[in-house]
């Protein structure tokens, strides 16, 4: 939505004083506003961080079940599986846990290629894990793609809500305010040759 009056300096400064009830009509409008895109991009947020959270335990859980499976293969078989796959496998799942406890939870980051890299260990533990880092690449595409479109709202990123006020009139109510009410207000209390105000 475009606006008329409202700045981001006037949304900086978190109240504007009302001139007109236009004005008046644009800063409720933008208040609106305002509150829908802070309650769309939290829940974005929320989306993303539950995704991140389940993927991890996803992989925690297969890796368990993974090893359970192989234990109970190799005593029905007495065949053991080979030491370097275990500690291959073992290693990649500790990078993929480090690296996205570092870069997902501590540093917050939602870079798509970030999130990509730092789930290919991942393979390490199975092959049939090789569509994390392809869901974490979408997934920071699509976060990434949403942050453009607030990022070109007014009030980024916070969407904070503004004071209204009418310093300059003595309406009741926004319905009474005019142009002609705050002339006759600024003129009572700023009198002056009757040039500025006409």
């Known amino acids: 939505?475009?606006?008329?009056?409202?700045?981001?300096?006037?949304?900086?400064?978190?109240?504007?004083?009302?001139?007109?009830p236009e004005m008046f009509?644009?800063?409720?409008?933008?208040?609106?506003?305002?509150?829908?895109?802070?309650?769309?991009?939290f829940w974005i947020k929320v989306f993303?961080?539950?995704?991140?959270?389940?993927?991890?335990?996803?992989?925690?859980?297969?890796?368990?079940?993974?090893?359970?499976?192989?234990?109970?293969?190799?005593?029905?078989?007495?065949?053991?599986?080979?030491g370097w796959k275990i500690f291959f496998a073992a290693l990649g799942g500790i990078a993929y846990l480090a690296l996205m406890f570092w870069f997902a939870y501590i540093k917050g980051s939602r870079d798509r290629f970030t999130l990509c890299l730092i789930s290919v260990p991942v393979i390490a533990i199975s092959i049939?894990?090789?569509?994390?880092?392809?869901?974490?690449?979408?997934?920071?595409?699509?976060?990434?793609?949403?942050?453009?479109?607030?990022?070109?709202k007014l009030g980024y990123p916070s969407f904070p809500r503004i004071v209204t006020n009418a310093v300059f009139s003595e309406?009741?109510?926004?319905?009474?305010l005019s142009y002609d009410s705050i002339r006759e207000k600024a003129r009572r209390d700023h009198p002056?040759?009757?040039d500025f105000l006409g």
């Open 25 to 41: 009509e644009e800063a409720r409008r933008y208040n609106i506003e305002a509150v829908r895109n802070y309650k769309k991009r």
């Open 48 to 82: 993303f961080g539950f995704f991140i959270a389940a993927q991890t335990l996803y992989v925690i859980g297969w890796t368990l079940e993974m090893i359970q499976a192989q234990h109970g293969y190799e005593r029905s078989s007495g065949d053991n599986m080979a």
């Open 171 to 176: 309406a009741d109510n926004i319905k009474d």
């Open 192 to 194: 002056d040759s009757g």
């Open 1 to 20: 939505m475009e606006y008329k009056y409202l700045t981001q300096e006037l949304i900086d400064k978190g109240n504007v004083n009302i001139t007109s």
């Open 128 to 152: 049939y894990m090789a569509g994390i880092p392809v869901a974490n690449y979408l997934a920071g595409l699509l976060y990434a793609k949403s942050e453009e479109a607030f990022s070109k």
